[in-house]
């Protein structure tokens, strides 16, 4: 987000000269200034990049939104178009975009959003999922990309002149497309492969950089690879990057991170799991894991429908590792570390089928599951919420909403 933020915000690090002391002279020496682009008069919005994610992405994109001070559709839209929402019946803005059941961004209704704030001047950043915290669900990037080009073409996004200073130009994108793939973008390549080679039905849909309109990708470490320290990886293409200076004396590399030091431990664990495996041995986990999340759904569906004669609200979005069901209770919920989410007002819980998961797991909790009182009151109790009146929101310079519940890991 902070890649996408100044790219589209045309900030640039250019260089000057100082004069510093140097044994016992005064000399130049070369300063490096992180320099904001010239904006037209005739588009005032032509640097304000309006961020867009769905209802159901992972929290952190918000708390990234107030850090970083990149305003949301919904902020900017309250803010400066209050009652134009396009895909609203009274014109107020969701807080984030829509999705579908499956946990999937609606990209019809994301292109409506997009097209209002693209003919108003805004270059566009799309933050797209690629497996959702809850639901395990694919965004359809390349759909996406296929909707959105026309709309950024229309109002001269898909590339335009960045001018810095009197003379400096240079032609950059005025959108930015990233790929949160914390889990799928690890996972689904392999399923692909598996795909191409006739051993899968079906496959996820493309979202890498096979797709021209694709900025950035992130990914975890310690997800599907499974490293023992929380660590990621950031991916871009180096023109889109804001080129730090070439020697920073502390670190001897270039500055590229958002922290700046890095735990040098991480690169090497993921080597490590990548140099023990080979694509076939990824391939014939990404089927078993498959085979165990169909496993356990199968399972919930037969405590559903054989044995309680109730419904649990199973389900398991298309492909994903992940199954939702009816809210366990709070003892099972410690028992089985299981994450929590309300949904459309109802309660649900889900289980995730990684490694450490086996047949005999996933049966201990399906016995669990049949016994009496095993799941949590569907409703939860209501409770009246009044905000005094010196510290309620205003309606006006508004950021973004802090998710306060869903998301998951909630007890």
């Known amino acids: 987000m902070w890649n996408g933020r100044d790219y589209l915000a045309g900030k640039k690090i250019l260089i000057d000269e100082q004069l510093v002391m140097r044994s016992g002279a005064m000399v130049t020496s070369p ?35 107030t850090m970083l001070g990149i305003q949301t ?33 609606n990209i019809e209704s994301l292109s409506v959003l997009v097209e ?39 109002y001269n996004l898909l590339e335009r002149d960045v001018t810095h200073g009197t003379n400096q130009k240079e032609k950059r994108t005025g959108y930015w497309f ?19 080679s006739g051993r899968v039905a079906t496959k996820g849909p493309t979202f890498d950089f096979r797709l021209p309109m694709v900025h950035s990708i992130a990914m975890s470490g310690h997800k599907w690879i499974g490293a023992s320290v929380p660590c990621g990886v950031y991916m871009t293409k180096v023109k889109y990057q804001m080129l730090p200076p070439e020697m920073p004396e502390y670190i001897g590399t270039p500055d590229t991170t958002f922290a700046g030091s890095r735990n040098g431990l991480s690169p090497m664990l993921l080597w490590d799991n990548i140099a023990r495996n080979s694509y076939e041995d990824q391939v014939q986990k990404a089927l078993d ?54 949904l459309n007002g109802l309660r649900f819980s889900h289980i995730f089928l990684m490694e450490h998961v086996t047949t005999e797991l996933v049966d201990q909790l399906i016995e669990d599951l049949s016994r009496e009182g095993a799941f949590a009151p569907q409703k939860a109790e209501a409770m ?11 309606t006006r310079n508004r950021v973004a909403f802090v998710p306060s519940e869903g998301r998951g890991f909630h007890g």
């Open 31 to 65: 300063r490096f200034v992180y320099q904001k682009a010239v904006c037209p008069p005739e588009s005032p919005n032509a640097y304000t990049p309006i961020a867009f994610y769905s209802e159901d992405t992972h929290y952190s994109l918000s708390k990234a939104m």
């Open 73 to 105: 559709f919904y902020a900017e839209g309250e803010d400066k178009y209050a009652g134009q929402c396009p895909i609203t019946s009274d014109g107020r803005w969701p807080a984030e975009v829509p999705s579908h059941e499956s946990g999937a961004m």
């Open 116 to 154: 209002f704030f693209a003919s108003h001047g805004y270059p566009i950043l799309i933050c797209f999922n690629y497996g959702t915290t809850f639901k395990g669900a694919y965004d359809d990037v390349y759909y996406a990309c296929q909707k959105l080009k026309p709309i950024l073409e229309k």
């Open 178 to 196: 990233h790929v949160d793939g914390a889990l799928g973008a690890a996972y689904m390549p392999f399923i692909e492969m598996a795909y191409l």
């Open 289 to 342: 894991l498959e085979e165990l999340a169909a496993y356990a759904e199968d399972k919930l569906l037969y405590l559903q429908n054989q044995v309680l004669h109730t419904d649990l609200y199973v389900a398991r979005t298309k492909l994903a590792l992940t199954v939702r069901f009816k809210r366990a209770n709070d003892e099972l919920c410690r028992k089985y570390s299981l994450s929590n989410e309300d």
């Open 384 to 394: 009246a919420f009044t905000v005094d009146a010196s510290i309620r929101a205003s």
